[in-house]
């Protein structure tokens, strides 16, 4: 399996940018698909962005359309999570995915089989 390594959390204002980062290794990269969670305290896991193993197709979760922006760097083993216009209901622990298909875009958390560690990302108010 991939490891998975996120970076980038931290505290911002509403209206703030953040960009996450995952860092991957220990199999061929372009291989996974790959995607982007968050959990907040007492909710579920939930979907936010997910990217194709070439980075030409990209799907997100309503909540976050126009707002953040996931891309790859295959050259690089990174997947990089844009988050622009944050808001407080934003705050939840990010977590990169990683799934062994290069079809199209994973939704279904149960198709990752690689996780990553999870950063934190709070916003004020």
């Known amino acids: 399996q991939v490891q998975l390594v996120e970076s980038g959390g931290g505290l911002v204002q509403a209206g703030g940018s953040l960009k996450l980062s995952c860092a991957a290794s220990g199999r061929t990269f372009s291989n996974y698909a790959m995607g982007w969670f968050r959990q907040a305290p007492g909710k579920e896991r939930e979907f936010v962005a997910a990217?194709?193993?070439?980075?030409?197709?990209?799907n997100y979760a309503d909540s976050v359309k126009g707002r953040f922006t996931i891309s790859r760097d295959n050259t690089k083993n990174t997947v990089i999570l844009q988050m622009n216009g944050l808001k407080p209901k934003d705050t939840a622990v990010y977590y990169c995915?990683?799934?062994?298909?290069?079809?199209?875009?994973?939704?279904?958390?149960?198709?990752?089989?690689?996780w990553g560690q999870g950063t934190q990302v709070t916003v004020s108010s």
């Open positions: 990217i194709n193993w070439s980075g030409g197709s990209t």
């Open positions: 995915a990683a799934a062994l298909t290069r079809g199209s875009t994973v939704q279904a958390s149960a198709r990752y089989s690689s």
